[in-house]
């Protein structure tokens, strides 16, 4: 039976079976690793979870995606049903527990519609993502110039970061104008590789194989999106500068900006809690994995410099149309990430309605895009999109840098400095 067969007829069984207490003989789950398939079709995106029972009452996992762990808390069997619940992305695992070692279903992502889910079968005690790597004869660790969608209207740069072990274990990512592609983990089979991620929002596989001095391979995003992408080796590759994409609008030097909190209280950079302060504005989503990583640096940021006068506010467009939905995804959003800074709600994701909402803008490219206000009230920088750790020494480097830049602004005085336009 197929992937997607197997996981119409438990959600057949599920449906018809209407219970809601456990059977004392359904079968439980094993703890320890398993392996998620997600069913694209042509083509398989797998990770792995580690699904730990710690008492009676409760399940846990932790999703692996190289380095990165993502703590799963909210899962439920009933019956034979298995629900798992991401903790900071609108998606869920939908499946029945067929045995022990099988866990098969649907994967729901409600922020791409409500009708948007994908097939995915699990088995227990399968540590290889991609299956154990045999004889990896291609060498892709290091740097790459890469061009998805090359020669036509979609098309776009990247730097394609890779490191390779002697076994052939591959982990990286790709770095745009907008944004890194985050944890990538697979591996090296002769001279091919193959590159997965699943954080909640993302279902990202990559696969690539050696032409000569060139990979040439292709990119899924779950069932939605596919291109072809090429990389050529290349250290010295570079994409434009991530200050130099956003600006601001002739005849503006300070972002005014007024939006509701959220408990509906109007939050604005005229407030007296932000005179004299340095200030970060953050244009960001609930739903976007590279905000969160932002999220994350913002926190650190903030918690350091907080008393020595940085403020930070979070301006938030969503991809649920109603305000309701909306507010309650980004309140359990400030709630899973311990932000402590205010989220103000300016509405509909789509970029012509934050460009409209932020009229000081030339237009917003990238989520997240962040601002950077001095004490007297002017903007000093407007950075676009985000590198996060995944990126290795280009989020060091940029880390390190920010915090440099913002002990010169803290300690600057009111006199009036160069402004963020157009160079």
């Known amino acids: 039976m197929s992937l ?9 069984y599920l449906a018809l079976m209407g219970c809601t207490d456990r059977p004392a003989l359904a079968p439980v789950p094993r703890a320890g690793v398993w392996r998620v398939v997600l069913d694209l079709g042509q083509h398989e995106l797998p990770f792995q979870i580690d699904l730990q029972h710690p008492d009676s009452l409760s399940w846990v996992a932790n999703i692996h995606n190289a380095s990165e762990t993502i703590g799963v808390h909210d899962i439920e069997l ?55 790597p045999s004889s990896p004869t291609g060498a892709f660790g290091g740097t790459w110039e890469v ?39 697979g591996s090296v089979d002769n001279d091919s590789l193959r590159l997965s991620c699943f ?50 609008k002739e005849g503006h030097d ?16 005229r407030d007296d809690r932000f005179k004299g302060k340095v200030l970060m504005l953050q244009v960001m989503g609930s739903w976007c994995p590279n905000c969160v990583d932002e999220t994350v640096l913002l926190k650190e940021l903030h918690a350091d410099y907080g008393d020595q006068g940085l403020e930070v506010v979070a301006l938030a ?23 402590e800074y205010p989220i103000v709600y300016g509405g509909s994701a789509a970029k012509e309605n934050a460009s409209a909402k932020l009229p000081f803008l030339d237009h917003i490219m990238s989520y997240p895009t962040c601002i950077f206000v001095d004490r007297t009230g002017k ?16 989020y060091t480097n940029y880390t390190r840098g920010l915090r440099t830049f913002i002990e010169q602004l803290l300690n600057e005085g009111t006199a009036p400095m160069p402004l963020a336009t157009k160079g």
């Open 147 to 185: 061009h998805f969608s090359k020669g036509t209207s979609d098309a776009y740069d990247a730097i394609g970061v890779f490191d390779q072990d002697k076994n052939g274990l591959l982990t990286g990512t790709f770095l745009t104008e907008t944004g890194d592609y985050r944890f990538l983990e």
């Open 317 to 339: 467009f969503e991809k649920y149309e109603e305000e309701s939905r909306a507010i309650a995804g980004l309140k359990r959003f400030k709630r899973a990430m311990g932000v």
């Open 4 to 12: 997607g067969s197997r996981a119409a007829a438990a959600c057949l």
């Open 78 to 132: 009933r019956g034979d049903s298995f629900l798992m619940r991401m903790p900071l992305f609108d998606s869920e695992f939908k499946g029945v527990v067929e045995n022990d070692s099988t866990i098969s279903g649907h994967w729901h992502n409600y922020l791409k519609g409500p009708e948007y889910r994908i097939p995915f079968v699990a088995h227990a005690g399968q540590a290889e993502r991609f299956g154990a």
């Open 379 to 394: 903007v000093r920088r407007i950075r676009t999109g985000f590198y996060g750790p995944s990126t290795g020494e280009h």
């Open 199 to 248: 954080d909640g929002s993302h279902a990202f596989l990559f696969r690539g194989a050696l032409q000569g001095d060139s990979i040439v391979g292709g990119f899924w995003s779950g069932t939605h999106w596919t291109e072809p992408w090429v990389a050529y080796r290349n250290p010295d590759f570079h994409l434009r500068d991530p200050d130099s994409l956003t600006f601001l």
């Open 254 to 269: 300070m972002a005014d900006v007024a939006f509701p909190d959220l408990e509906g209280n109007m939050i604005s950079t």
